[in-house]
């Protein structure tokens, strides 16, 4: 059944934008299509598209000039769809006002599970529930922020109080990536010195305590120079 939410894509190359749009239009989404920085930025200021996927090295525009440009009037989630794999360009990606990235060549179903992972996030930002969640749950992995208590396979797992936060705020942005910058913000304050080290080291007893194997994650991914990613609620 069509789901009528609205996706622009916004590729100078043909034979990709088509990929991505047949892909998207048989998931029962209506794509909107642009070739030009210009032409997509005036559909994305026009049409209100639900997510724009935004391909970076356009002919006419900056990518980043896009992204500024939409941020400044609305919150539309952005999927930057990129080749530059760099560390420091997917930090800039994400620091631009990006919700997330994937870069070239990628899957269809890692497309899709992004894309409803920025549906996700907007339904929250618009507080399509105000009520505040619940809990997270993923595998066997569960967090209930009432009750502030984690449990691994039925286990319950201690954690610092440092720890916790990082796990909740990961939790609540699962699926998209939290830069480190953001993560040293979010428990440590503004004025906290931009050292990677202290969350390195929380990370490794955090991952000592709720994986398997933490050598292999399967809930919280490094995404190298970047930040973490934590594994989408219900997979």
């Known amino acids: 059944m ?6 622009l894509v916004i590729e100078d190359e043909k034979n990709i934008l088509n990929f991505i749009g047949k892909n998207l239009e048989l998931s029962g989404y209506r794509v909107l299509k642009a070739l030009t920085g210009e032409e997509g930025l005036l559909v994305a200021l026009s049409q209100n598209p639900d997510v724009i ?17 939409v941020r400044e009037v609305k919150n539309t989630p952005i999927l930057v769809v990129s080749a530059r794999t760099t560390e420091q360009e997917k930090v800039k990606i994400l620091d631009a006002g990006a919700d997330d990235y994937i870069t070239k060549p990628f899957g269809t179903s890692e497309l899709q599970a992004r894309i409803r992972t920025c549906l996700r996030h907007l339904n929250q930002s618009n507080g399509e529930a105000s009520l505040p969640m619940a809990q997270y749950r993923s ?4 967090i209930d922020y009432e009750r502030r208590r984690i449990t691994v ?14 796990v909740c705020y990961l939790a609540k942005n699962a699926g998209k990536v939290v830069t480190y910058s953001s993560m040293l913000v979010e428990i440590w304050g503004p004025f906290v010195d931009d050292d ?5 080291v929380n990370m490794a007893n955090i991952r000592r305590k709720i994986e398997q194997d933490p ?21």
Do not use: C, S, W
């Open 196 to 200: 990677n080290k202290i969350l390195r």
């Open 2 to 7: 069509e789901n009528k939410l609205k996706i």
């Open 139 to 142: 595998k066997d992995l569960v």
């Open 215 to 235: 050598a292999q994650p399967q809930y919280i991914f490094t995404e190298l120079g970047v930040g973490y990613r934590m594994l989408e609620e219900g997979l």
């Open 153 to 166: 396979r039925g286990e319950e797992v201690h954690l610092t109080p440092v720890e916790y936060k990082m």
């Open 53 to 69: 996927l935004l391909d970076l090295g356009l002919p006419d525009m900056d990518g980043y000039e896009i992204i500024r440009k």
